[in-house]
């Protein structure tokens, strides 16, 4: 894990923070790796490193709130690395990320799932994102993370120490958490939040949301009227 700070350069906003946390990539894992956006003003991008001394087949399936899935396939040669976008055909080899700044048009916000899948063996590539937001008339950058479904060992995901309200030491303004779903399944799945707070030295937790999200899409659903503690 680490933190990387971009400076102005050629219409990227700046500074920005990027937070990685790459999928340890395993011979016990499975083809693939998935990810979701925050709600983002355009498809993200994603650079994609070859980790076999072979050229494989890369599927990406791009899902979102509207509209079908968007399928492409992209060969990936031996150690090799590509910038590709995840919902639309452009991909380039061997570019950086400013070759893809005039194509951003962004018209909706949405929120992206991406999975990501190699016809290789397991453990054959990572991937890395990028979320892009428009910014007066730069570009802004939020990080997508992807993970390995089979290496995850259980269905519950647990955000901790998420500002939330009013946080004196984090400044005046009052914190809104937002959760980005994507369900990669044939099926509609129910999801359950749960909200987990300390006063005064006193845990609760209690549901706050039930929400089902249908098949092969994305969901953004902000998380209103919650007070943190201090």
């Known amino acids: 894990y680490y933190r990387r700070a971009l ?3 050629d219409g990227i ?4 923070f990027i937070d990685q946390e790459l999928a340890m990539p395993s011979l016990l894992g499975s083809h693939k790796l998935q990810a979701v956006t925050d709600e983002s003003d355009g498809p993200p991008l994603v650079a994609i490193t070859s980790l076999s001394e072979n050229s494989q087949r890369i599927r990406i399936h ?3 709130e509207i509209g079908s899935p968007f399928i492409k396939n992209i060969e990936l040669l031996p150690n090799e690395t590509l910038l590709t976008s995840g919902c639309s055909e452009r991909t380039v080899h061997g570019s950086d990320i400013q070759d893809f700044n005039h194509n951003f048009n ?3 916000k949405r929120t992206y799932g991406i999975t990501v899948s190699s016809d290789a063996m ?3 590539f990572a991937a890395f994102g990028l979320a892009p937001h428009s910014d007066r008339d730069a570009i802004r950058f939020s990080s997508v ?3 390995d ?3 995850i060992m259980s269905t519950t995901s647990v955000f901790t120490g998420v500002p939330v309200g009013q946080t004196p030491w984090l400044g005046s303004a009052r914190y809104l958490p937002v959760l980005s779903l994507a369900n990669f399944s044939e099926k509609a799945v129910h999801v359950v939040v749960h909200y987990s707070v300390t006063e005064e030295d006193n845990p609760a937790s209690h549901d706050i949301r039930k929400i089902t999200v249908a098949a092969r899409s994305t969901l ?3 998380l209103e009227g919650l007070e943190g503690n201090r």
């Open 7 to 9: 400076n102005d350069s």
């Open 13 to 16: 906003a700046g500074p920005q």
């Open 62 to 64: 791009c899902l979102s």
């Open 106 to 108: 962004p018209k909706s």
């Open 122 to 124: 397991p453990g054959s």
């Open 145 to 147: 993370n992807f993970f």
């Open 149 to 151: 479904p089979k290496m």
């Open 220 to 222: 953004t659903l902000p």
